[in-house]
């Protein structure tokens, strides 16, 4: 029961306010803006040349005042947004309208998933690997010469790095095609066929994650393992004579994983927001190219929507983690 | 001195440290440019580079040299901005949370956790949509320094606490010195190399924040950075025109450009950092 009240519960009410100060910063952020965004969406409607009477126009401004949860005063309309989004309703997308938000995003979902949650665990997985081994040997030359590469790819922003390997492997060489998730009018059925043509387009947005995701998960283990290799306990044990193999996997990689293992979470919950630049590059049609399309046309329930979503989404994978820590570190005990 | 000559013996200081010079010397170029970078059609279009026109010229009519020094320029001035204003608001917050401790360090250390939990980059898209025309450089500077210091102020309060228990605060105190004093007299020395490697760090994410913000169009477009100019160069579909020579300059500039300061953030924070220090300077 201390664990309970001790742990469990200051947690889950940090939780509920991060979300609460995330979720206000997305109702507050619109309303800040000068100007109404009513009359701004007629104003667009106009310069595009259409022709509005003035009886369309009354009408059009209900309607939207409706649409953007704009009626009443600032708390009624603050009130009505969290009941509909406790009820799991975005609204509808301006952009494709009618279309509920949350379909919207649905459709997207998969292939953003597909991608990153691959993505992420592979170059989670190599990076480690490659970066505890070179952190153990660090004084061996493919230590060194690994570290060097690293030292190169890590600062390249991920849009320029992104840019270069899609031009170089798709326009120069033709090895890939050079956009999209799945050839144009094919029809998605669980068949070999259509699984080989997405590996296929998934092949490079993959690869420039992989990469930079490898560097990165590299060079932060390789410190970790550093650190640790200079531990009394590990000098006891070489001392001592205990396997290399032993002291490597048991005694060093073990104890410098843990910070990885937050890293992990954290890179999860950020997929939402996360694909944005790799599916723009690669016109993937993921909810990246959906938040992309909604940036272009002003349409506010759909970027509020992903942005909710990926909120609760960030602080959840936190929170679960932080809970089930004590089961990688023995050290933590919630008594 | 002394410290300026061990921080040289590392090759990627010296290296780092030239490449942004020569950087910073382009950015100053631009106070003799002989043309307005705003304006188009001033030279001949879609030239390739020459001994006229060292970069060639673009399809707007630019000459693509001068437009690089400015857009260097401008991505330098912003960063700069960036990285100060978040400096102070990380040092203020990180050294009253560290140094009071108690409820301020809970609602201090609360809204940081807040910050870094937040996807941050959504809410940014958010907010320069809305005020995209009116987003002059520094109001964006002044957008990414607000959203920018949280992890810093983190790095800072630790420091702070442990300082706080070092022996010569107990002194400063009994001798009846201010807080303020103490804070800024006695701790500043200690948080100053930590604060100057992570200002570098927050320069070069604001950089790549702008660039990317200005590739999806949500920057004042007119106004020439390095993220701007690639914005303009795909929009003109340079890369199947064949202009390599407009695309190549701000992607190699800003390659450069990140490169150095992530070597210069990295080799100051080694010899920050007492256990690799010794082994590039050896025992003192």
Same mark, same amino acid.
């Given at each position: 029961m201390t664990f309970v009240r001790r742990h469990l519960i200051p947690r889950l009410v940090q939780y509920f306010?991060?979300?609460?100060?995330?979720?206000?910063?997305?109702?507050?952020?619109?309303?800040?803006?000068?100007?109404?965004?009513?009359?701004?969406? &007629?104003?667009?409607?106009?310069?595009?040349?259409?022709?509005?009477?003035?009886?369309?126009?009354?009408?059009?401004?209900?309607?939207?005042?409706?649409?953007?949860?704009?009626e009443g005063s600032m708390f009624d309309q603050y009130l009505a947004f969290w009941g509909r989004l406790v009820k799991g309703d975005f609204g509808v997308s301006f952009f494709q309208f009618p279309t509920p938000v949350l379909q919207l995003i649905g459709i997207s979902l998969p292939w953003t998933l597909g991608l990153l949650l691959t993505t992420t665990l592979?170059? %989670?997985?190599?990076?480690?690997?490659?970066?505890?081994?070179?952190?153990?040997?660090?004084? !061996?030359? %493919?230590s060194r010469i690994l570290d060097g590469i690293a030292m190169v790819i890590r600062p390249i922003p991920y849009y320029i790095f992104a840019f270069g390997l899609l031009l170089l492997l798709a326009y120069v060489f033709r090895l890939f095609?050079?956009?999209?998730?799945?050839? &144009?009018?094919?029809?998605?059925?669980?068949?070999?066929?259509?699984?080989?043509?997405?590996? !296929?387009?998934a092949f490079l947005p993959a690869l420039s994650l992989v990469i930079l995701g490898v560097a990165i998960n590299f060079q932060t283990m390789k410190l970790m393992v550093q650190n640790v290799n200079s531990e009394d306990f590990v000098r006891y044990a070489k001392l001592g004579g205990v396997k290399e193999s032993k002291i490597v996997w048991h005694y060093v990689i073990r104890n410098a994983i843990l910070p990885q293992i937050t890293g992990l979470a954290l890179s999860f919950g950020q997929i939402f927001s996360g694909a944005l630049i790799t599916e723009i590059v690669f016109s993937?049609?993921?909810?990246?190219?959906l938040l992309y399309n909604a940036i272009r046309t002003g349409d506010y329930n759909l970027i509020m929507g992903i942005t909710a979503l990926s909120i609760v989404a960030i602080t959840t994978a936190i929170l679960i983690l932080d809970l089930l820590y004590p089961l990688w570190d023995p050290r933590i005990r919630y008594t | 001195?002394?410290?300026?000559?061990?921080?040289?013996?590392?090759?990627?200081?010296?290296l780092s440290f030239s490449i942004l010079c020569i950087l910073v010397a382009l950015a100053l170029l631009s106070l003799f440019s002989p043309y307005d970078p705003t304006f188009w059609s001033v030279v001949p279009r879609d030239l390739k580079p020459s001994w006229t026109y060292l970069l060639g010229t673009n399809s707007k009519g630019q000459d693509v040299f001068w437009q690089a020094?400015?857009?260097?320029?401008?991505?330098?001035?912003?960063?700069?901005? *960036?990285?100060?204003?978040?400096? /102070?608001? *990380?040092?203020? /917050?990180?050294? /009253? *949370?560290?140094y009071l401790g108690g409820g301020a360090d809970r609602v201090l250390m609360f809204l940081t956790d807040s910050l870094l939990v937040i996807p941050l980059f959504l809410i940014i898209v958010l907010l320069a949509m809305l005020i995209r025309d009116r987003l002059t450089l520094p109001l964006l500077g002044l957008l990414l320094a607000f959203f920018g210091w949280a992890w810093d102020a983190r790095v800072i309060r630790s420091l702070i606490l442990s300082l706080r228990e070092r022996g010569f605060t107990q002194t400063a105190i009994l001798t009846g010195s201010s807080t303020l004093r103490l804070v800024l007299n006695e701790y500043t020395p200690f948080a100053m190399p930590l604060i100057f490697s992570t200002l570098i760090n927050?320069?070069?994410?604001?950089?790549?924040?702008?660039?990317?913000? *200005?590739?999806?169009?949500? /920057?004042?477009?007119?106004?020439?950075?390095?993220?701007?100019?690639?914005n303009w160069a795909l929009n003109y579909q340079a890369i199947l025109l064949g202009h390599w020579w407009w695309v190549l300059t701000p992607v190699v500039l800003s390659i450069f450009l990140f490169v150095a300061l992530y070597w210069l953030s990295v080799s100051i924070s080694e010899y920050l950092d007492p256990r690799t220090r010794t082994q590039r300077v050896g025992a003192q």
């Amino acid at each position: 029961m201390t664990f309970v009240r001790r742990h469990l519960i200051p947690r889950l009410v940090q939780y509920f306010l991060i979300i609460f100060v995330g979720i206000t910063a997305v109702f507050v952020i619109p309303r800040l803006a000068p100007g109404d965004p009513v009359y701004r969406t &007629i104003a667009e409607l106009r310069s595009r040349g259409s022709y509005l009477d003035p009886a369309t126009v009354d009408n059009m401004i209900e309607d939207l005042t409706e649409m953007y949860g704009l009626e009443g005063s600032m708390f009624d309309q603050y009130l009505a947004f969290w009941g509909r989004l406790v009820k799991g309703d975005f609204g509808v997308s301006f952009f494709q309208f009618p279309t509920p938000v949350l379909q919207l995003i649905g459709i997207s979902l998969p292939w953003t998933l597909g991608l990153l949650l691959t993505t992420t665990l592979l170059s %989670w997985t190599i990076g480690n690997l490659i970066g505890g081994l070179a952190g153990y040997f660090s004084q !061996k030359r %493919w230590s060194r010469i690994l570290d060097g590469i690293a030292m190169v790819i890590r600062p390249i922003p991920y849009y320029i790095f992104a840019f270069g390997l899609l031009l170089l492997l798709a326009y120069v060489f033709r090895l890939f095609p050079v956009s999209g998730g799945a050839a &144009i009018g094919r029809r998605l059925m669980f068949n070999l066929d259509t699984m080989l043509d997405i590996l !296929k387009h998934a092949f490079l947005p993959a690869l420039s994650l992989v990469i930079l995701g490898v560097a990165i998960n590299f060079q932060t283990m390789k410190l970790m393992v550093q650190n640790v290799n200079s531990e009394d306990f590990v000098r006891y044990a070489k001392l001592g004579g205990v396997k290399e193999s032993k002291i490597v996997w048991h005694y060093v990689i073990r104890n410098a994983i843990l910070p990885q293992i937050t890293g992990l979470a954290l890179s999860f919950g950020q997929i939402f927001s996360g694909a944005l630049i790799t599916e723009i590059v690669f016109s993937y049609p993921g909810l990246g190219t959906l938040l992309y399309n909604a940036i272009r046309t002003g349409d506010y329930n759909l970027i509020m929507g992903i942005t909710a979503l990926s909120i609760v989404a960030i602080t959840t994978a936190i929170l679960i983690l932080d809970l089930l820590y004590p089961l990688w570190d023995p050290r933590i005990r919630y008594t | 001195m002394k410290l300026l000559r061990d921080l040289f013996r590392d090759f990627r200081f010296t290296l780092s440290f030239s490449i942004l010079c020569i950087l910073v010397a382009l950015a100053l170029l631009s106070l003799f440019s002989p043309y307005d970078p705003t304006f188009w059609s001033v030279v001949p279009r879609d030239l390739k580079p020459s001994w006229t026109y060292l970069l060639g010229t673009n399809s707007k009519g630019q000459d693509v040299f001068w437009q690089a020094t400015f857009a260097v320029r401008n991505s330098l001035i912003l960063s700069v901005i *960036a990285g100060s204003v978040s400096r /102070v608001i *990380a040092i203020v /917050v990180g050294m /009253v *949370a560290g140094y009071l401790g108690g409820g301020a360090d809970r609602v201090l250390m609360f809204l940081t956790d807040s910050l870094l939990v937040i996807p941050l980059f959504l809410i940014i898209v958010l907010l320069a949509m809305l005020i995209r025309d009116r987003l002059t450089l520094p109001l964006l500077g002044l957008l990414l320094a607000f959203f920018g210091w949280a992890w810093d102020a983190r790095v800072i309060r630790s420091l702070i606490l442990s300082l706080r228990e070092r022996g010569f605060t107990q002194t400063a105190i009994l001798t009846g010195s201010s807080t303020l004093r103490l804070v800024l007299n006695e701790y500043t020395p200690f948080a100053m190399p930590l604060i100057f490697s992570t200002l570098i760090n927050n320069m070069s994410w604001a950089i790549g924040l702008e660039m990317t913000l *200005a590739i999806l169009g949500l /920057v004042n477009i007119d106004i020439p950075t390095l993220g701007t100019m690639l914005n303009w160069a795909l929009n003109y579909q340079a890369i199947l025109l064949g202009h390599w020579w407009w695309v190549l300059t701000p992607v190699v500039l800003s390659i450069f450009l990140f490169v150095a300061l992530y070597w210069l953030s990295v080799s100051i924070s080694e010899y920050l950092d007492p256990r690799t220090r010794t082994q590039r300077v050896g025992a003192q």
